[in-house]
């Protein structure tokens, strides 16, 4: 079946050491997101993908890094991970405009 | 910032009952979308209505929106244990068009006892 896969399901990692978090999506959709999501709150952007155009929110820390090397993949770098980085990460994509997103099972990403 | 604010937080229904959820807005939007979230998952995107719909249908779930009042309701028929969940509202805000981005509300609880 046609999906958004986000890999590891859980992560830990040492406090300042560089972890990758990885999405795919077998949808063919020209959007992908990041959003980070700490418990009992609201998902918050990071950053997307419009093709190969990279969108950063303002708010997002320079931490975190995204790279697309193709229209399936996506890849969330953080470069020295805080306690604060704890949380889950949640990847999504969509084909256009004026559709819903298709979201993957999320990252939980523990920083030790 | 944040778009969306869900009404009420936490809802607990006992199984068969209807559940209403409300959410409210702050700025002009293309499109508002509810999704459900079960414990430690992903969103799953449940319905998705335009700033020119009304009023929309999808199996038990009947979503509303009404622009003036910047506010959408999302029912959920017959409600069963399996509904039990996180749902979140999210609005597309315009005119970002091409690259619109969904700003997320903190969520309602919904319980459902059996």
């Known amino acids: 079946d046609a999906m958004v896969i986000q890999n590891p399901r859980y992560q830990v990692t040492q406090f300042g050491k560089p972890v990758t978090l990885s999405c795919s999506q077998t949808?063919?959709?020209?959007?992908m997101y990041w959003y980070q999501q700490k418990s009992s709150q609201a998902p918050k952007l990071l950053f997307h993908?419009?093709?190969?155009?990279?969108?950063n929110e303002a708010d997002t820390p320079d931490n975190f890094q995204s790279r697309r090397p193709n229209t399936s993949f996506c890849f969330l770098d953080i470069r020295s991970p805080g306690l604060g980085d704890a949380a889950m990460y949640l990847c999504a994509s969509r084909l256009e405009y004026n559709y819903g997103y298709t979201f993957g099972s999320g990252t939980r990403l523990t920083v030790v | 910032s944040q778009q969306g604010e869900e009404d009420p937080q936490a809802l607990s229904i006992q199984e068969g009952e209807n559940a209403t959820m409300n959410c409210s807005y702050k700025?002009?939007?293309?499109?508002l979308q509810w999704y459900r979230q079960n414990s430690g998952r992903g969103l799953v995107h449940l319905i998705l209505?335009?700033?020119?719909?009304r009023e929309k249908h999808s199996g038990r779930l009947r979503v509303t929106l009404d622009t003036s009042k910047k506010s959408s309701s999302l029912l959920i028929t017959a409600s069963r244990a399996a509904d039990t969940a996180s749902y979140f509202c999210?609005?597309?805000?315009?005119?970002?068009?091409?690259?619109?981005?969904?700003?997320f509300g903190k969520g309602i609880t919904l319980s459902v006892r059996p």
């Open positions: 999210a609005t597309d805000q315009a005119p970002t068009g091409a690259n619109s981005k969904l700003t």
């Open positions: 700025t002009s939007i293309n499109n």
């Open positions: 949808l063919n959709h020209n959007v």
């Open positions: 209505i335009r700033s020119n719909e």
């Open positions: 993908y419009y093709d190969k155009d990279f969108n």
